[in-house]
């Protein structure tokens, strides 16, 4: 129909050139059929891509017509569209998708953009109200995110009488100390705690997520079988972070692996590899053991191999946790300043900012590597909230997804590249459409799929972002669209372009 279009401009110039005059009707009526009737096919169109998707194995040269928000056409053949993106020599794929972030704040997303996260999701922690989650976003936003139901929020509601609906209100952090992490629950807050994790879930929580490690010595066998109970009676992913045990102990994950096999609950085990350590394969081993007798278990990894936490989580305050990391002070780093600690000004921090965070240098590289071959891994940031670029964070939020394609995938060659986008993108969708029907449509390059989509070149793209300086871009990440609407081009984030969605479970 373009070239029909063009024929018509053609006629109408020469027409003008040999002085014929047309009627002034049939000059408005042609025109208004060159430029309505044969107005350009699609929205976006990106053009010359080597397009890739990861859940049909697709990996060709095509053009790719983005129409109101969603893939109208994958095809082999040139289209037009309003706005063509040129994509030769770049490889074209899902927008990443992050299952596990704590920062839902604008300068969070401004920089996970620039990683080519389409989708950020806080499932470990959550929120209660989840309506309340996203505040950073109410003025619009420029990325989808969503969260879980989160126990620790319900609990503190529950135990304590506090509405404290995140990990953080405004930028002021939560202390994870008091009743909450501490007190043993009665039989009677324990059943009012699943009526509030099922209210959470009727709102459209994602699942539920539960912080089990920061409340170690709180949550009794019967509390958690709760959990398990109404994830299983939902059918809804519960995201656990496992009781940690001493270098790579495995009774955290036997605990909840038993739970998960007698519930029959979707279990979701938070960052494998800094839990498992030197035992990732033993972990592995024990999970594909549990799926094989009918459990449904998956898993997680970073790509920057520190932990990142509060001074005043559970391991740090009452545990051995020099022992449990097997490292001393000076493998620690101040969040915000990037400082190496000492015992003196760890004990300082510990007193003074009982709400800051630390990196704790800790994991080997072989580690993760081991944990990225296991069939179904998924890889995700656990970024740390990033509120003002003059506050330090961990580089996890603007470097994960890059340093996974470009040093695991590209350099290390640990996989394929189709492989690494399946797990930065594909596996997260499939796993999340547990809890929300909208992740059929999230993950994939595909006709009628959402335009979530990351332009990237696989020859250079590679992580800047490092420990001490953490919001430095990426390099490689050339364009990024969420629902169809550019918000990244040419490594550049757009500003103006608010696509984004809150996503909510199946009660939406």
Known sequence: MSDMSSLIAVYLRKNNEVGVMLPTVLRTLLLLISTQLFAADYD?????????????????????????????????????????????????????IDVHSHTPTLLGQ??????????????????????????????????NYGSSVGHFAVRMK?????DMPYIFSGQKAVTMGGPTWLQVATKAQIEEMRVLLNKGLDEGGLGIGVLLDYMTTAVSGDE??????????????????????????????????ELAKKTKAPLFICHITHNAMGRIGDWLGMIDEANRAGANITTETLSYAAGGTSISADVFRRRDWKA?????????????????????????????QPSGAVNHHYVKEEWIET?????????????????????????????????????????RKIMTLTEGLARVSLFQAQWMEQASPLFKKKGRLQEGADADIVIFNPETVAANAVYGDP?????????????????????MRIEGMYPGRKLLGAFD
């Open 224 to 257: 958690l079988r709760m959990l398990f109970d109404v994830a299983a009676a939902r059918q809804v992913p519960l995201t656990v972070h496992v009781r940690r045990g001493y270098t790579g102990d495995p009774a955290g994950l036997m605990e909840v692996i």
């Open 371 to 411: 944990a990225l071959q296991w069939p179904r891994m998924m890889v995700s940031t656990d970024a740390l909230p990033a509120l003002d670029i003059s506050v330090a964070t961990n580089p996890n939020v603007a470097g994960t997804f890059s340093r996974m394609l470009g040093h695991y995938v590209r350099d």
């Open 44 to 96: 976006v169109v990106i053009a010359n891509g080597r397009v890739i998707d990861p859940e049909t194995n697709l990996d060709a040269i095509r053009h790719v017509g983005i129409r109101r928000g969603a893939i109208s056409t994958i095809s082999e053949q040139p289209l037009v569209g309003t706005k063509t993106i040129d994509a030769k020599g770049l490889a074209v794929a899902p927008g990443f």
């Open 110 to 143: 401004h920089v996970n953009l620039l990683d080519g996260i389409t989708t950020q999701l806080d499932l470990e922690a959550g929120s209660f109200p989840v309506s309340l989650y996203g505040e950073h976003f109410q003025g619009g936003a420029q990325i």
């Open 324 to 352: 449990i990391f097997d490292i001393s002070y000076e493998d620690v780093q101040w969040v915000a300043t990037g400082e190496w600690l000492t015992k003196e000004t760890w004990e300082k921090y510990a007193k003074e």
């Open 158 to 162: 529950v135990i304590e009488g506090i």
């Open 471 to 491: 919001y430095q871009k990426p390099t490689g990440i050339i364009h990024v669209l969420v629902g169809g609407r550019h918000v990244v081009q040419n490594s």
